[in-house]
């Protein structure tokens, strides 16, 4: 048999023969490899192991390290749950399970009301299928085919899925032992891969994400090739439920969500507090970035979202009004008001780069079961950016973005990753313009050495983008700043400019927030603080604890003189122990608590217990101001 050319992700080169399998190309390399790889990439497509090489081809294998090693895993255990579900309750018609971030769920439709109880039985049998180590086979069939199967086991939610397949598609099943699902893959070798499984709740979900189709169960789960793996993974879990926002939340007395309005958070003094610390520290660093701050209406006639493709493209995530018998919209997004802006002055290539800004409500309809605390809301406040500027201007402003993210992230001590997206299949515009501007930001990253990954068709349906996933305390991760270059709203708009020549030119656009939703980044910050927020965000920074009545007069003098100096205190003046104010001090997680008695009021000092350490002894009044107001500025 002849030899084929196998292409390694290090530029090595290695033959192999023609018609091997990649897990038999995997084992030619080495032992440890073939142990390590879940599925691989060829020419740049994902397959399984299983798969052949029949030509000369670019190789990778991937493993649980890469993310669509882990997605592979993860779907192999979305089968295994619902091959485990199958076994259990016969009545059972099976939705769909793909791999999720940090895990894998599955959609059921069964007389049965799944309770936690339950999935300690589930788990139970998918362990057992693991032990099994039924190997999974792809098999290609036709579309009669497929409903002829998928008929005989009355499972007609397969059955719609396979007659709304476009006619070209490649229709495939895969097998383990007695279970045949209906899937493109790629899934692992064998059930046996899955080392570790842990499932973790049920939810309800509309069938295709549709309110008016049944409601299915839904499992939800993750998996791990190693079990001390999943180990850290529970033991972050528990940890992030403790830091629940919505729990802290009410907690501290921050926000709350109330069911006169779902999905519109009620931010209460202190949540205001927190609000409007982060709003000031963004509008000084924008002043010396060079934007101009502007605000936008909320509401804005039909004909403006026509125009800028919102009524093509997002209408179905649109609230609508009408005034004067006309329509209008309520603003899901802040880009067309910036543009009307930019549309009220002539502007000549001087003006280039022209920034602005602004913190600019809108909403958005999100179906009620994806409502989540302030992550997941249907009115939030973006801080967004419009910057306007000359095409040979582009790479140097997006440099500049990311430097203002990186003082923005910095402060809260996040680190993050780049995302680039790319065009995705229902776009305005032509390749021609859309290459232009992915061109620009691929270069802009590289230029700054700065590692991304690339995200084929996920971008926005006016330009690519650039996404930065926040990594909090605990390792979670979260999608926050974004850059989105845009070449083709100044076209809709005719936006123009005057150029050296004197003629009329197009300018070119980048849209950009960097907390993204201000409600959500605040979330996010409860969750990374636990709510134990730095001084500079922390909604009351000292509490003053007078040991008894007699000492309360001299508690709001020393009060009254850090309000002088900006700083939040409250003064705990009620009739109960030190002990006990002390414990409540802790629980509303307060910088600094100063306790006052005799000896301090004769020496015009506080005893200072600090969060974190406890006591750290007796302070001058003004010492204590003056470090305290250090803290504040250095925002530690």
């Known amino acids: 048999m002849s030899k084929i050319k196998m292409t390694l992700k290090d530029g090595a080169v290695r033959e192999v023969e023609q018609g091997a399998t990649l897990g038999q190309a995997a084992e030619s390399i080495s032992r440890n490899l073939a142990k ?22 670019a190789v990778e294998f991937l493993t649980f390290e890469d993310s669509e090693g882990r997605d592979a895993l993860r779907h192999t255990s979305s089968h295994i749950l619902a091959q485990a579900v199958k076994r259990l309750y016969g009545d059972v018609k099976l939705g769909i399970g793909p791999a999720i971030a940090n895990g894998f769920y599955y959609d059921f439709d069964t007389a049965h009301t799944f309770t936690p109880e339950d999935l300690v039985q589930i788990q139970a049998e998918m362990e057992k299928i693991v032990k099994e180590n039924l190997p999974l086979a792809r098999m290609t069939v036709s579309r009669e085919e497929a409903i002829k199967l998928f008929g005989e086991q009355g499972e007609v939610y397969k059955q719609e899925l396979i007659r709304d397949l476009p006619e070209d598609v490649q229709i495939s099943i895969y097998k383990q032992g007695e279970f045949v699902d209906l899937c493109a893959g790629p899934h692992v070798q064998s059930t046996g891969r899955v080392k570790a499984i842990k499932l973790q709740s049920i939810a309800g979900a509309y069938w295709r994400g549709d309110e008016k189709r049944k409601m299915l169960q839904r499992i939800y789960g993750t998996s791990f090739e190693k079990k001390a793996d999943l180990d850290a993974y529970i033991t972050m879990m528990e940890e992030a439920a403790k830091r629940d926002h919505r729990k802290l939340g009410r907690e501290l007395d921050l926000f709350s969500i109330q ?36 605000k936008t209406p909320i509401i804005l006639h039909q004909k403006l979202w026509q125009q800028s493709g919102h009524w093509d493209h997002y209408r179905q995530n649109m609230y609508f009004t009408k005034i004067d018998d006309e329509g209008y919209a309520v603003k899901p997004m802040n880009c067309p008001g910036g543009i009307l802006v930019y549309r009220t002055q002539h502007h000549s290539y001087r003006d280039f780069p022209l920034r602005t800004c602004e913190l600019g409500l809108v909403h958005r309809h999100e ?11 249907r009115s939030f406040t973006q801080d967004d950016s419009h910057i306007f500027m000359l095409p040979s201007q582009i790479k140097g402003e997006i440099k500049k973005v990311i430097e203002l993210f990186n003082t923005v992230y910095s402060v809260f001590g996040l680190s993050y990753h780049a995302e680039l997206s790319t065009k995705p299949e229902k776009a305005m515009g032509s390749d021609e313009v859309w290459e232009t501007a992915t061109s620009a930001l691929q270069e802009a990253l590289e230029e700054l050495n700065m590692p991304f990954k690339i995200n084929p068709g996920d971008g926005a349906f006016y330009g690519p983008k650039i996404d930065f996933h926040l990594k909090d305390s605990i390792g979670r991760t979260w999608q926050c700043g974004t850059i989105q270059l845009d070449m083709l709203m100044p076209e809709k708009f005719d936006l123009t400019y005057v150029g050296e020549d004197g003629q009329k030119h197009r300018p070119v656009m980048i849209h950009r927030v960097a907390y993204g939703s201000i409600e959500r980044f605040i979330g996010i910050l409860i969750e990374h603080y636990a709510g134990a927020f730095p001084m500079w965000l922390a909604p009351v920074q000292a509490k003053i604890l007078p040991i008894s009545e007699r000492h309360a007069a001299y508690a709001e003098e020393i009060a009254q003189l850090m309000r002088n100096q900006d700083i939040r205190v409250e003064v705990d003046d009620r009739n109960e122990k030190i002990g006990y104010k002390i414990r409540e001090g802790q629980l509303e997680k307060v910088p600094y608590m100063l306790v006052v008695g005799d000896k301090e009021a004769e020496t015009r000092s506080v005893a200072v217990r600090k969060r ?14 003056s470090t305290a107001l250090s803290e504040i500025v250095a925002k530690s």
Do not use: C
């Open 36 to 57: 390590a790889a879940l599925i691989a990439k060829v020419d740049g497509h994902v397959t399984d192991l299983s798969g052949t090489l029949e030509k000369d081809a």
């Open 259 to 294: 069911e006169e309005g779902p999905g519109f958070p009620f931010f209460h003094p202190k949540g205001m507090v927190i609000r409007n610390e982060l709003e000031a520290f963004w509008r000084k660093l924008h002043v010396k970035y060079g934007y101009q701050e502007i």
């Open 367 to 377: 179906i009620s079961g994806a409502l989540h605390g302030l992550m997941r809301v």
């Open 612 to 625: 974190g350490q406890g006591d750290i002894g007796a302070m001058a009044v003004d010492t204590f101001i």
